[in-house]
Nanobody, 121 residues
């Protein structure tokens, strides 16, 4: 009943920028937190950034000062503005959310299908 759909990935040169979007849809009662993870080939999936509905944010040290996470609560959407991209940022980026569906006793964890970001000259 609930799904997350990412968009905005692509190929960009080092130093460039991309803006990722993730929209939650379905029978949603409330969303507590949304965020982004990434996974490069041969690497473990890692946290990139998270944002709660109240505006609290958290970032991985590797992206602080370069990435900005934001939310539009009315649209159930989270964004990730990525600036000064580096080859090390190349990965599949996955949207993540803690959502309470209608008829559910509490929060559940949802994942998007992922969007590829490739940083290369």
């Amino acid at each position: 009943q609930v799904q997350l759909v990412e968009s905005g990935g692509g190929l960009v040169q080092p130093g460039g920028s991309l803006r990722l979007s993730c929209a939650a849809s379905g029978s949603i009662f409330s969303i507590y937190a949304m965020g982004w993870y990434r996974q490069a080939p041969g690497k473990q999936r890692e946290l990139v950034a998270t944002a709660t509905s109240s505006g609290s944010t958290n970032y991985a040290d590797s992206v602080k000062g370069r990435f900005t996470i934001s939310r539009d609560n009315a649209k159930n959407t989270v964004y990730l503005q990525m600036n000064t991209l580096e080859p090390e940022d190349t990965a599949a980026y996955y949207c993540n959310a803690f959502i309470t569906p209608y008829g559910s006793p509490g929060q559940r964890v949802y994942w998007g299908q992922g969007t590829q970001v490739t940083v290369s000259s």
